[in-house]
């Protein structure tokens, strides 16, 4: 799998390209801190992503269709992560801490995430 650093000068563009390639895939968090990793037990669909200065909003609806919005504020990083088709596998965003929240996609190639 290719990992593709974003350019921070192009974040709020690829954002809006990757919602629109995206909306509607099944999604979850996992979370990497010092802590240690924490995973989300339900899955998502995802609908949009986006960032303000250092905040980035992730929105999706769980099946009931009832709407979550993360934020993940102190981004300084982000990557994507592209699966064997070249389709997108997940969404890393790093933080000012070295903390690493990504977001996992359902497989466009094996439909697991």
Same mark, same amino acid.
Not at 5 to 9: F, L, T
Not at 23 to 29: D, E, N
């Given at each position: 799998m290719d990992k593709k %650093? %974003? &350019?921070? @000068?192009q974040w709020n563009?690829?954002?809006a390209d990757f919602s629109t390639r995206n909306?509607?895939?099944? &999604?979850?968090?996992e979370a990497f801190s010092r802590d240690g990793v924490a995973e989300e037990d339900e899955e998502a669909v995802f609908q949009t992503v986006s960032i303000s200065g250092d905040k980035v909003t992730v929105e999706r609806a769980v099946a009931a269709g009832s709407p979550i919005s993360d934020e993940i504020t102190g981004v300084h990083g982000v990557a994507v992560q592209l #699966?064997? @088709?070249g389709s997108d596998n997940t969404m890393e965003f790093m933080d000012i801490n070295g903390d690493l929240t990504v977001l996992h996609f359902e497989s466009?190639? #094996?439909g697991e995430s």
């Open positions: %650093i %974003i &350019a921070p @000068d563009e690829y954002l909306q509607g895939r099944r &999604a979850r968090f #699966d064997s @088709d466009m190639v #094996d």
